[in-house]
């Protein structure tokens, strides 16, 4: 099992995303459990930022999440939620 991690940058950008996108919520929780077993999980469409050591993921085609993903802790580090502008701003 990987641990994740939410700053509180995080959950202030998490807590405005949802006020948006309230029906997302359930998704996002199923995304959450596949990422803590399973990063890997096809679904997820893990991949590495161009030029970036971040990462993303994809809560739909249309969100997704961008993630520091550290393999020999086992450690996944929340950084942005968001459509891909939304989540790739200032990164």
């Known amino acids: 099992m990987y641990k994740i991690i939410l700053s509180d940058e995080y959950k202030k950008i998490e807590k405005r995303f949802f006020k948006k996108h309230p029906e997302l919520k359930e998704r996002y929780k199923k995304v959450l459990k596949l990422l803590r077993v399973d990063p890997f999980y096809p ?22 999440i961008v993630l520091d993903f550290i393999v020999n802790d086992k450690e996944i580090i929340l950084i942005r939620i968001g459509s891909h502008d939304e989540a790739y701003k200032g990164i």
């Open 43 to 64: 679904s997820l469409r893990l991949h590495k930022l161009q030029g970036n050591k971040l990462y993303s993921i994809s809560i739909t085609m249309q969100y997704l």
